[in-house]
């Protein structure tokens, strides 16, 4: 199977930025969409930023402009740049994965989560 891992997240002030970062580890995969999802307490975990295999993006509405998905099929990593953070940014927030791997038979669909990584948007 394949594994995610997050890193980037913290204290941040309001208006200030954040980098996450993914990787991907595993043999003999391919990725297909990855993304980012955030859950705050209380609430359900949403779509933050998608970009899938031809590299178009998709944003929430409420972090366009102001947050970039980016992706290096080479190093298996996502990113996310996080620009002009609002309080109401504050969530966990989750790398996902889809694609394919090989499983020594043939090719098989997967989905993987991250363990998830803490942003804080405060003063």
């Known amino acids: 199977q394949v594994q995610l891992v997050e890193s980037g997240g913290g204290l941040v002030q309001p208006g200030g930025s954040l980098r996450l970062s993914c990787v991907a580890s595993?043999?003999?995969?391919?990725?297909?969409?990855v993304g980012w999802y955030r859950q705050a307490p209380g609430k359900q975990r949403d779509l933050v930023a998608a970009i899938p295999s031809d590299g178009n993006t998709a944003y929430a509405d409420s972090v366009k402009g102001r947050f970039t998905i980016s992706r290096d099929n080479a190093k298996s990593t996502v990113a996310l740049q996080m620009n002009s953070l609002r309080p109401e940014d504050t969530a966990v927030y989750y790398c996902s994965a889809r694609g394919t791997y090989y499983n020594g038979r043939g090719w098989l669909p997967f989905g993987s989560w991250g363990q998830g990584t803490q942003v804080t948007v405060s003063s």
């Open positions: 595993g043999s003999g995969f391919g990725i297909n969409t």
